[in-house]
């Protein structure tokens, strides 16, 4: 995992500790960063817990299909606990998959380089985050910003201040959203960042 990325995790996880309603100031930025730090590490222990619990749920339904009684009115049901079993056993491996690489960011997170990633782009959607709220929202097509997930305002924020101000190609700048999304948002969230962070990236070519 590179360094641009690990710090804008951790600017995103500092700009959650931020509110929307709060005037755009520097300071204190470098004491949330700490707090930021410390987010991440429950985050992977929480990711950890519940890949865990999705592997017990397989086990569980697994074991449930095996004891059905024989006979073909047993076939649905069967299928169903196995159907069950083998998407809770998916979500789980790939919980436990994205937990493995959560540790090295950890260590990373302590790298001068990192950490100056991180408080830089903080800085910079602080400074700027109502005229980037402007732009966003022109791309929203019947939304607005301030209805979406704190979460995903943030996702959105740090890709567009990565793409004027650090110069990031558009296309990694969505990819590296979607996958903050994938670790932070859900289903829907991921499909909406993919989609206006494409409008976005169109409307500024």
């Known amino acids: 995992m590179q360094s641009r990325s690990i710090a804008r995790e951790l600017a995103l996880l500092l700009l959650g500790q931020i509110s929307d309603r709060q005037p755009a100031a520097d300071t204190g930025l470098d004491a949330l960063l700490q707090q930021a730090q410390a987010t991440l590490s429950q985050h992977v222990r929480e990711a950890l817990d519940q890949a865990a619990s999705d592997l017990q749920a397989a086990q569980q339904q697994l074991l449930d299909s095996e004891l ?13 606990h ?6 809770h056993a998916e979500q789980g491996l790939n919980r436990l998959s994205a937990s493995l690489e959560l ?4 260590m990373l997170a302590d790298q001068d380089e990192v950490r100056r990633g991180a408080l830089d782009r903080a ?3 602080l400074r700027q985050r109502e005229a980037l709220d402007a732009r966003l929202d022109g791309v929203m097509e019947g939304w ?5 997930p704190r979460i995903d305002r943030d996702i959105l924020r740090l890709a567009a201040i990565d ?15 979607v996958e903050l999304a994938n670790r932070y ?21």
Request: proline share 6%; hydrophobic share 35%; net charge positive.
């Open 68 to 80: 059905q009684e024989e006979g073909a009115e047993q076939l649905p049901r069967v299928r169903q």
């Open 163 to 177: 793409i004027e101000e650090f110069r990031t190609p558009p296309a990694v700048a969505c990819n590296e959203a």
């Open 103 to 106: 540790p090295r960011l950890l």
């Open 123 to 125: 800085r910079a959607v």
């Open 82 to 87: 196995l159907q069950e079993g083998l998407a």
């Open 144 to 148: 607005r910003l301030t209805r979406l």
């Open 185 to 205: 948002s859900d289903e829907q969230g991921r499909r909406m960042i993919n989609g206006v962070l494409r409008r976005f990236t169109s409307a500024a070519s």
